[in-house]
C-alpha cells in the first residue's frame, strides 16, 4: 500500500467519525493555540519593555542611596541620604559623562482657575531632556539660569494638560502647586506608562525651587548620568564610584553608600523576567498537548477495535504488518496535523485580538508556530505508534473471526 493511498484512506476514516475526530483534536487545537498567544504575547512584552527602557533615556547610568542596616538588619535599598547637589555638580566635569540630572520627587497639588488635580512632582536640571530622552511637544523646558536663580516655572506632562485645562492652551498659564505659583512653559511629549508609572501624569520643576520651596529637603532621591557614548559605558561608571566615594570622604575598606544601576542592567533584569513567565505560561499550555495527545490515542485504539475485521481482510489479501502499522500511524499523525494547523491559525487570532482589543503588545514570529507544528506531529508519532502496533499485530484469522 502506498503512502497516499494510506493518507487518502486516514481522510476517509476521519470524515466518516467527524464529531469523534474534532473532539479528539480539541485538546492539540487549545494546547497549540495557547501556545503560540502566550509566546506573542511574552515576545510582545518584552519587546515593549525593552522600548520603555530604551527611552528612560540615552546610555543611561542611574544613581541612587545605599541601604542603611539596623542592628545587622537591612532597611532596603535608597534607606540611606547620601546624595547631594554637590556630587551631581562633580559628575558634570568628568569627560566621559555627557549629562547630569539630579532629580526629587514629591506630590503635589495642583489648582488652575476652579480645577484641582493631583499629580507627582519632579525636581531637576536642565539636562533632563538630554539624560532622560524627553521630548518638549509644545512649549519650551526650563534653562540653567532659570534653575539657579529658582525660578517658578513648571513643565508638565500630557496627562495634567488634559485633566486640568481641559482642552486650553496650558503654556504661559499661571497654576497653584501647593499653594505656590507656577507659569507653565511647556508640555512634554507623550511616553506613555511605564509599569505601574505613568509618564504623562508628572510636573517637572528645577530642582533648586522643589528643594527650597515645596520639599524642604537637602539630599537628592537620585542622579540620572548620560554616559558620553555607549562605549564609555563603563568607564563613567567607574567615574561615578570614585567621584562619589571621593567627595563622600569613604575609606578604602568601606562599602560604597550609593548604588549604580546601568541601562544595559534594568533592560538584562526585566527581559529574565518576561522570558521566565513566558516559558512558565507556555509550559503550562503545553500541558493541553499532552492531553490532546492521550486523547488521539485514545480514538485510534477505539477505531482499532472497531476496524478489525478491516484488518483481517486487509491482512488475508495480502497487507502485511507494516502496512497496517504504517496506514494507522499516518491516521494519528493526521489528526494531530490538522489539530495543529486550526490550533495555528486560532493562536495567531487569539494573539491579534488581544493586541485590539486588550491595548497588549503581541509580537507573532515564525518560530514558535513552527515549533507548535513539529510538536503536533511529534504528538501524532509518539500517542499512535502504540494503537498502531496493536493493529499490525492482529492476526488474520482472529481478526476475521472478531464480532
Request: proline fraction near 2%; charged fraction near 15%; glycine fraction near 10%.
Given at each position: 500500500?502506498s503512502f497516499l493511498e ?80 554637590a556630587d551631581a555638580e ?266 485590539k482589543l486588550g491595548q ?44
Amino acid at each position: 500500500m502506498s503512502f497516499l493511498e494510506c493518507v487518502r484512506i486516514s481522510f476517509r476514516s476521519i470524515r466518516a467519525n467527524g464529531l469523534r475526530s474534532v473532539l479528539t483534536m480539541l485538546g492539540i487545537i487549545i494546547g497549540v493555540a495557547a501556545v503560540i498567544a502566550m509566546v506573542a504575547i511574552g515576545e510582545g512584552t518584552s519587546t515593549s519593555v525593552a522600548s520603555q527602557i530604551n527611552g528612560l533615556g540615552s546610555n543611561l547610568l542611574i544613581v541612587t542611596p545605599g541601604q542603611a542596616t539596623q542592628g545587622r538588619v537591612s532597611l532596603g535599598a535608597g534607606s540611606l541620604n547620601t546624595l547631594t547637589m554637590a556630587d551631581a555638580e562633580i559628575l558634570t566635569q568628568k569627560e566621559s559623562i555627557s549629562g547630569v540630572a539630579p532629580s526629587v520627587n514629591a506630590r503635589g497639588q495642583i489648582v488652575w482657575g476652579s480645577n484641582n488635580y493631583s499629580s507627582m512632582l519632579e525636581g531637576t536640571s536642565a539636562d533632563f531632556p538630554q539624560v532622560r530622552n524627553v521630548e518638549v511637544g509644545q512649549g519650551r523646558f526650563f534653562s540653567n539660569f532659570e534653575v539657579k536663580m529658582q525660578y517658578n516655572v513648571a513643565v508638565v506632562g500630557t496627562e495634567v494638560v488634559s485633566n486640568l485645562f481641559k482642552g486650553a492652551n496650558p503654556v504661559g498659564q499661571t497654576v497653584q502647586i501647593n499653594r505656590i505659583p507656577f507659569t507653565i512653559i511647556g508640555v512634554l511629549q507623550s511616553q506613555g506608562s511605564s509599569g505601574m508609572t505613568n509618564n504623562d501624569d508628572r510636573i517637572i520643576i528645577p530642582i533648586t525651587t522643589a528643594m527650597n520651596r515645596l520639599t524642604g529637603g537637602k539630599n537628592v532621591g537620585s542622579i540620572y548620568v548620560s554616559a558620553a557614548s555607549s562605549d564609555l559605558m563603563e568607564k563613567a561608571q567607574q567615574d561615578i564610584q570614585q567621584a562619589l566615594r571621593a567627595n563622600h570622604k569613604l575609606r578604602p575598606q568601606a562599602a560604597d553608600d550609593f548604588r549604580i544601576t546601568s541601562q544595559s542592567d534594568i533592560l538584562s533584569t526585566a527581559q529574565s523576567v518576561s522570558s521566565s513567565m513566558t516559558a512558565l505560561l507556555s509550559g503550562i499550555a503545553a500541558i493541553s498537548l499532552i492531553v490532546g495527545g492521550i486523547g488521539v490515542m485514545n480514538i485510534m485504539l477505539v477505531s482499532v477495535t472497531e476496524r478489525t475485521r478491516e484488518i483481517g481482510i486487509r491482512k488475508a489479501i495480502g497487507a502485511k504488518r507494516g502496512d497496517i502499522l504504517r496506514q494507522f500511524l499516518i491516521e494519528a499523525v493526521t489528526l494531530s496535523l490538522i489539530g495543529g494547523v486550526i490550533g495555528i491559525a486560532l493562536g495567531v487570532g487569539a494573539a491579534f485580538l488581544v493586541s485590539k482589543l486588550g491595548q497588549m503588545a503581541t509580537s507573532i514570529s515564525l518560530s514558535p508556530i513552527m515549533y507548535a507544528f513539529l510538536t503536533s506531529t511529534l504528538v501524532g508519532v509518539i500517542f499512535g505508534v502504540y494503537p498502531a502496533r496493536k493493529a499490525a499485530q492482529l492476526k488474520p484469522i482472529d481478526a476475521l473471526r472478531y464480532e
